[in-house]
């Protein structure tokens, strides 16, 4: 497994943007297919963003597509989520996650390593 370390959030007035960065602690961070997701309390963990190991094709939910743009880089084992035009309703716990395997990239199962998340709160 690879561990996961996430980082960025915080508190942000709506409109505003954070940039969330998760740090992949293994030698072989290009080969791993990366995926951001997120859980409001009472909800259940969402589908926010992917991006596969060579970053040349992502995938965005419709809540945050135009807003919201995930990317990597292979050379200093992170991916990021920069998150524009806040939403009170994009308040959550963001985890990334890690996987081998190509495809079902919204399904969180198919995902092998998570981390621990970090907390995006957007006031109105």
């Known amino acids: 497994q690879v561990q996961l370390v996430e980082s960025g959030g915080g508190l942000v007035q709506a409109g505003g943007s954070l940039r969330l960065s998760c740090v992949a602690s293994?030698?072989?961070?290009?080969?791993?297919?990366m995926g951001w997701f997120r859980q409001a309390p009472g909800k259940e963990r969402e589908f926010v963003a992917a991006i596969i190991r060579s970053g040349n094709s992502v995938d965005y939910a419709d809540s945050v597509k135009g807003r919201f743009t995930i990317s990597r880089d292979n050379a200093q084992n992170t991916v990021y989520l920069q998150m524009n035009s806040l939403k009170p309703e994009d308040t959550a716990l963001y985890y990334c996650?890690?996987?081998?395997?190509?495809?079902?990239?919204?399904?969180?199962?198919?995902?092998?390593?998570w981390g621990q998340g970090t907390q995006v709160t957007v006031s109105s």
């Open positions: 996650a890690s996987k081998i395997t190509y495809g079902n990239d919204r399904y969180a199962p198919s995902y092998d390593s």
């Open positions: 293994t030698r072989s961070f290009g080969v791993h297919n």
